[in-house]
């Protein structure tokens, strides 16, 4: 069972440069998200999808965008890597309604 | 704004005490609130509460949501040092918005 599956899992970027994080699902879960993980903290709503074509700002959506062109995947785009973007990135979704939400293994992205 | 707030943030104790870990929220058309245990990688799901005053059990661990004063707690009876890790607290919203909102953990290790 694949459920939740995210690459890479782990990227050093430096300062300025492009990257996409990569996130899929197989379980026709309708609801995806993104969220940061600072260490130390919670978890941060970056990004989020309710369906295919469709998606909507979270709590800390600059410096990020997103498409959701398919059921099974949700990738996250970096455009101009920046330190503060250094965290764990953690992709999950959701069947939505009274259902939990499944975690992907995470990312661990270093800007320098 | 969505809001949830985990009580304490960090927690020490010895093997065979109980912990009792709080969780508050205030969050826009709630469903149901989920806890969450975090180790090294992902978050894994624990409980969802629904509904006032039922409590929800797992082995050592327990759960009850108040949707009055809009707070649940997540207690665990003879702790071990396995039980050590982040134990996350999350409202899931509901309508055409759907996200989960995740508050900034609480971290419990157990000494032996």
């Known amino acids: 069972n694949a459920g939740v599956t995210q690459t890479p899992k782990f990227r050093i970027l430096k300062i300025g440069q492009s990257m996409t994080l990569q996130c899929t699902q197989d379980m026709n879960h309708n609801y995806m998200y993104w969220y940061r993980q600072d260490p130390g903290m919670g978890l941060k709503l970056i990004y989020y999808s309710v369906g295919a074509g469709i998606t909507d700002k979270g709590e800390v959506p600059n410096g990020y965008n997103v498409s959701r062109s398919t059921t099974e995947d949700f990738p996250l785009r970096l455009e101009l890597a920046a330190p503060s973007q250094t965290s764990v990135y953690f992709c999950?979704?959701?069947?939505?309604?009274?259902?939990?939400?499944?975690f992907g293994q995470g990312t661990r992205l270093t800007v320098v | 704004e969505d809001k949830v707030v985990q009580s304490p943030l960090s927690l020490v104790v010895h093997e065979g005490d109980t912990v009792t870990l709080n969780c508050s929220y205030e969050v826009t058309n709630f469903r149901s609130l989920l806890w969450y245990k975090q180790e090294k990688k992902a978050p894994t799901f624990l409980f969802m509460l629904?509904?006032?005053?039922i409590e929800k059990k797992s082995g050592r661990l327990s759960s009850i949501l108040d949707k009055k004063e809009l707070f649940s707690i997540l207690n665990i009876t003879a702790t071990q040092t396995g039980d050590s890790a982040v134990y996350l607290c999350?409202?899931?919203?509901?309508?055409?918005?759907?996200?989960?909102?995740f508050g900034k953990g609480t971290k419990l290790t157990v000494n032996p």
């Open positions: 629904t509904s006032s005053g």
């Open positions: 999350a409202g899931n919203t509901q309508g055409g918005s759907e996200k989960l909102v």
């Open positions: 999950a979704s959701s069947q939505g309604g009274v259902s939990e939400a499944f």
